[in-house]
């Protein structure tokens, strides 16, 4: 759904710039191909590359890990696996769902959604190339300690 | 042949293993082409439509606007629009990227743009609906209300350890398009009066870029123009990497 709409969005946004502004137009475009071209293959690779690994990691695995006795261990091995893999937030909730029914602690899957989805060894790649190496370590290193915080807090509320 | 392989480095380590892995076994080959295409098919949908929207910010909106809203001195105001952009867009974090650079580029500042970046990776709008079904109303009401907090502190300190523009300057142009040159580019008289020797004000200021030139030699800059030109080339002095 809200893929629609943001598709939607940039062909409405293009045609009202199309309708202003033939050049600027032709310019947004122009930029957006060569953008693609740069760093299509590079997603597509670490994509594929995703793939493969989350099909030689054995679900039951991580079920295992996520379902131990120390809840503090649990945690932070749920947010050490979320920062290996990646995962899309609609298959992310049902799994962690799945999860909580076969035992896993509340606490330790809030911070593996967390890492899931905010920190990403595989995506590393991709974020150097935007901002430089120093930012993606940072903001990945300060997002897994901010997944035990929220994780922390959920804990001590639910 | 070589240099192909040297610059899609990644893509033929991937093919490889793809190759090994069907060799070893082909069950999990399978599995692993059928996650390939559920992640490669997300991209598809949202990847094109996220750098169209990108280009368009990039040659649209004026920086002053994006200065208002998600620059330095945007407050807390900046920090919830942060938060409100991130949360409501679609898709995974690194369609997140596209987007964010060109906002950095335009004049927002880094906290808010950590801040975007986090937001679109962990608090989903577009997803309540699913995680209240599958983790009850309790998990998400918690996990937001931790979350949001725990993203913009996380934001204003990682951005007091490092400069905005070091981050500009490391970030690869993917789409060919110096920052320092158009800021460069920005503050000249844009005249193309020839007067420095170059065909035009962009290739003069590229000249500058790389250390070939200086402002005085521009013909109608002023004392003002000069400075401006000498601070921004001070700004980015450090060798990207």
Redesign the interface.
């Known amino acids: 759904?809200?893929?629609v709409?943001?598709?939607a969005?940039?062909?409405g946004?293009?045609l009202w710039?199309r309708s202003r502004d033939r050049g600027?137009t032709r310019?947004?475009?122009d930029?957006?191909k060569?953008?693609?071209v740069?760093?299509?293959?590079?997603?597509?690779?670490?994509?594929?590359?995703?793939?493969?690994v989350?099909?030689?990691i054995p679900q039951q695995y991580i079920q295992s890990l996520l379902g131990g006795a120390n809840t503090f261990l649990s945690t932070v091995s749920a947010a050490a696996i979320g920062t290996i893999t990646?995962l899309?937030?609609?298959?992310a909730?049902?799994l962690?769902?799945s999860l909580?029914e076969r035992g896993a602690h509340?606490v330790a899957?809030?911070a593996f959604?967390?890492t899931l989805?905010?920190v990403?060894f595989a995506?590393l790649?991709?974020?150097i190339?935007?901002?430089?190496?120093?930012?993606a370590f940072?903001?990945n290193g300060?997002?897994f300690?901010?997944a035990l915080?929220?994780a922390l807090?959920?804990g001590v509320?639910? | 042949m070589i240099d192909i392989i040297r610059k899609?480095k990644?893509?033929c380590?991937?093919l490889f293993?793809?190759g090994v892995?069907l060799i070893l076994d082909r069950g999990?080959?399978l599995?692993?082409?059928?996650?390939?295409?559920?992640?490669?098919r997300?991209?598809i949908?949202?990847?094109?439509?996220?750098?169209?929207?990108?280009?368009?910010i990039?040659?649209?909106v004026p920086p002053h606007v994006i200065m208002q809203y998600f620059g330095a001195s945007s407050g807390m105001r900046g920090k919830l629009m942060s938060v409100l952009v991130g949360s409501?867009?679609?898709?995974?974090?690194?369609a997140a990227?596209?987007v964010t650079?060109s906002l950095?580029r335009k004049g927002a500042s880094l906290s808010n743009v950590?801040t975007i970046?986090?937001a679109w990776?962990?608090v989903?709008v577009?997803?309540l609906i699913?995680?209240v079904?599958?983790?009850g109303i309790?998990?998400a009401a918690?996990?937001y209300?931790?979350?949001v907090p725990?993203?913009i502190?996380?934001s204003m300190?990682?951005s007091s350890?490092?400069k905005r523009e070091?981050?500009i300057?490391?970030?690869?142009h993917?789409?060919?398009?110096d920052a320092v040159v158009e800021e460069l580019l920005a503050a000249l008289p844009g005249a193309n009066c020839g007067g420095c020797g170059y065909s035009g004000c962009a290739a003069f200021a590229a000249g500058l870029r790389h250390g070939n030139e200086e402002p005085q030699k521009c013909a109608l800059a002023n004392e003002e123009v000069e400075r401006q030109l000498r601070a921004i080339l001070e700004r980015y002095e450090v060798p990207s990497?």
């Open positions: 759904m809200t893929t709409i943001l598709v969005a940039a062909i946004l293009l710039s600027k310019e947004s475009l930029i957006a060569r953008h693609l740069g760093i299509g293959p590079t997603i597509a690779a670490i994509l594929a590359l995703i793939g493969l989350l099909a030689l990646i899309p937030a609609f298959v909730f049902p962690s769902a909580v509340v899957v809030a959604i967390t989805t905010m990403g995506t790649p991709i974020e190339r935007y901002f430089g190496r120093r930012f940072l903001r300060a997002s300690v901010a915080v929220i807090g959920m509320l639910l | 899609r990644l893509l380590v991937t293993a793809y892995v999990i080959f599995a692993a082409v059928d996650n390939m295409w559920m992640f490669v997300e991209m949908e949202i990847f094109p439509a996220v750098i169209v929207l990108a280009a368009l990039t040659v649209w409501v867009s679609a898709g995974p974090i690194y990227f596209p650079q950095l950590i970046i986090s990776a962990v989903k577009p997803m699913v995680e079904k599958f983790l309790d998990f918690a996990r209300l931790f979350t725990a993203i502190g996380m300190l990682i350890r490092m070091d981050v300057a490391a970030g690869v993917a789409e060919g398009v990497a």
